[in-house]
């Protein structure tokens, strides 16, 4: 029973690690201020976009898009830091 419950908790957590091992961080490349230069993004649990308006030199807003690759519903998290 030991044997079976250290096995068990070893899955759970090689399948709990691997849901989010290989999450991507997408960096931001200028410009990408109009639709025309938007970067790509590529939807998937736990990837995530890294970026910054530079309001000193006229970066005012930042655009992105991505191609839906299943019928289901997406959460986008917003988040900043002023640092």
């Known amino acids: 029973m030991k044997k079976f419950a250290s096995g068990l908790l070893a899955l759970t957590l090689v399948l709990g ?3 989010s091992a290989f999450a991507a961080v997408y960096q931001e490349y200028e410009p990408n201020n109009s639709w025309a230069d938007a970067n790509s993004f590529y939807p998937a649990h736990g ?12 970066d005012s807003q930042d655009r992105f898009t991505f191609t839906a690759t299943q019928n289901q519903k997406i959460r986008f998290q917003l988040t900043y830091s002023k640092a």
């Open 17 to 19: 690690i691997s849901t």
């Open 47 to 58: 990837n995530q976009l890294n970026g910054k308006l530079d309001r000193d030199n006229g």
